[in-house]
Structures are given as C-alpha cells and as structure tokens.
T-cell receptor
C-alpha cells in the first residue's frame, strides 16, 4: 500500500545532529498528523495540520519542529534530540480533521538517538 | 488513571479459538470508539469502529458498554493471521482533533 509514505524508514542520529523526517500522502486528504510511539507506550499525538495550518501542538518540545508546505507533504525537523526521543514516528492523514475521521498511517520512521 | 486501559497480554490461543479483549476508558463523555490493529513493526490500521448498538464484521464483533465504560472485541475462529496487537482508541474530549490510544493487547494465534 502506498497511501501514506514516510522516509527514511530508519534513522540513527547523534544528539547534536539535525535531520528531517518526511511524510507524503497520496489520498487527497486535508489533515495530516505526527505521532510518537515509544516501546510499550501508547501512541502520542504530537502535531495536527489541517489544510497546511497547524491546529494542534500537543506540548511537544521545541527540538521537534513540524512543517507542512502543502496538504500532501509533512515534515518533522529534528535538532539536538535526547536519547529518550528514540521511538517510532508515525505520520497519518485523514479526509477531515475531526477525530471521528478515519486516520491512515504511514509505515513510520524508527529513530535512534545516540 | 490512564485514559484508556488495556490488558497487554499476550493472549496465546490455538487456531479456531474464540478470544475476547476488553478496554476501559476514563472519560464518560467520550463519544466515538475504535479498534485498530498493529502488526509487529508495522503501522496501525483501523479494524472497526464501535457503535452503541454493537457491530459485527465477519469474525469480529465489537461492543460498547457506556454504563461501565468499556469496549470489547470478540474474535471468532482465530486465524494465524490474526496475530497482532489490538489497540483500543477513544476520541478525546479535550480536543476535536485528538484520539486517545491504549497501549494495546497482543494476540498470538498458534497452529
């Protein structure tokens, strides 16, 4: 399935590096999301974008910086991360932005911070 | 108290067995409920929505008990391919954009 794609699939970075995660949705959806999934913890919503406008920032540290240049693309810029930021980062999209709209997830980027 | 609580399992059952998972949620005002499935090292995918009257999709039946604030998922005639983690999901009352995910219940179906 190629509805929502994410690159890279795996990323290892040092605490002083700067990197970016990319998400692209091919479903014509209007809303995009970033989630964090740590080991044995539930998915945590990080950011929500509706028609390229950020509508939710779920108390995420400023070392994570999202960017949504258009309704099909979403980026997560990373800088000066901590080892506890190691997790699976999932992108999702939905037709509308209400939490009753079905969300379609990408395969995720598995991030390791050394 | 966690907003959504699930037994982490694993539930280890033979093929053909019937297995049921429960999930409890803390906010009595929550409106919408879902079950997602997540295969090992893969992304979550919507399995089914949970309606007040209960709903069935093939071998899967979902029930909602608002009075007791729990949701259930019943899987009949388990297949090897049902092995996965099942995530209970509830809409947030704090935000119209937010879903609250449980940590998941792991199911292993053995031959």
């Amino acid at each position: 399935e190629t509805g929502v794609t994410q690159t890279p699939r795996h990323l290892v970075m040092g605490m002083t590096n700067k990197k970016s995660l990319k998400c692209e949705q091919h479903l014509g959806h209007n809303a995009m999301y970033w989630y964090k999934q740590s080991a044995k913890k539930p998915l945590e919503l990080m950011f929500v974008y509706s028609l390229e406008e950020r509508v939710e920032n779920n108390s995420v540290p400023s070392r994570f910086s999202p960017e949504c240049p258009n309704s099909s693309h979403l980026f997560l810029h990373l800088h000066t991360l901590q080892p506890e930021d190691s997790a699976l980062y999932l992108c999702a999209s939905s037709q509308g932005v209400l939490n009753t709209d079905t969300q379609y997830f990408g395969p995720g980027t598995r991030l390791t911070v050394l | 108290r966690k907003e959504v609580e699930q037994d982490p399992g694993p539930f280890n059952v033979p093929e053909g067995a019937t297995v049921a998972f429960n999930c409890t949620y803390s906010n009595s005002a929550s409106q919408s409920f879902f079950w997602y499935r997540q295969d090992c090292r893969k992304e979550p995918k919507l399995l089914m929505s949970v309606y007040s009257s209960g709903n069935e999709d093939g071998r899967f039946t979902a029930q909602l008990n608002r009075a007791s604030q729990y949701i259930s998922l019943l899987i009949r005639d388990s297949k090897l391919s049902d092995s996965a983690t099942y995530l209970c999901v509830v809409t947030s009352m704090d935000s119209s954009y937010k879903l609250i995910f449980g940590s998941g219940t792991r199911l292993l179906v053995r031959p």
